[in-house]
């Protein structure tokens, strides 16, 4: 079985997504590690808002709930771009971790960094995953 390991620093969110769910539809295992370094394009205050609705959308005991942890919000953003309502997408969506930090087991392997994802690329404002986890209210555990 292929696996596949994504250094999200300093990657743009949404290209990062699209790799990812890419191999993962094509039957590789993924991981993901540095997620709270992934960016997120566009002004941090609207992005910060914009969050912060879909936070607070819904009924606690009902949902629809919505991720406030870096790894949540990256395996959330990933399983938007996966046919989740067939078994293809989520036999896929099985096959995806996303770790903050890097465990030691990756410590020695390649990672994998995606030149058209990277954030120097952007010409506007961005805010990385971890400050938005921290704004939205998560504890720091990572």
Same mark, same amino acid.
């Given at each position: @079985?292929? @696996?596949? #390991? ?12 699209? &790799? #990812?769910?890419?191999?993962? !539809?094509?039957?590789?295992? #993924? ?14 205050? #609207?992005? +910060?808002?914009?969050?912060?609705? +879909?936070?607070? /959308?819904?009924?606690?005991? &009902?949902?629809?709930?919505?991720? /406030? @942890? ?10 938007? @771009? ?16 996303? !770790? ?10 390649? !990672?994998? &960094? ?17 400050? !938005? ?10």
């Amino acid at each position: @079985m292929i @696996m596949k #390991v994504y250094d999200a620093t300093d990657q743009i969110l949404g290209r990062l997504s699209t &790799h #990812v769910a890419k191999d993962l !539809l094509k039957g590789e295992n #993924v991981f993901v590690v540095n997620c709270e370094k992934a960016r997120l394009s566009g002004n941090p205050t #609207v992005t +910060k808002e914009k969050y912060l609705k +879909k936070r607070q /959308r819904g009924d606690p005991r &009902h949902g629809p709930y919505f991720p /406030r @942890m870096p790894d949540g919000v990256v395996m959330r953003s990933i399983r938007g @771009m996966l046919p989740t309502k067939f078994q293809k997408g989520q036999k896929a969506l099985r096959r995806l971790k996303v !770790l903050a930090g890097l465990p030691k087991e990756f410590e020695k392997q390649e !990672l994998i &960094h995606l030149e058209d994802a990277d954030v120097n690329r952007l010409k506007c404002k961005s805010i990385s995953v971890e400050e !938005l986890s921290l704004w939205l209210g998560a504890p720091k555990r990572w």
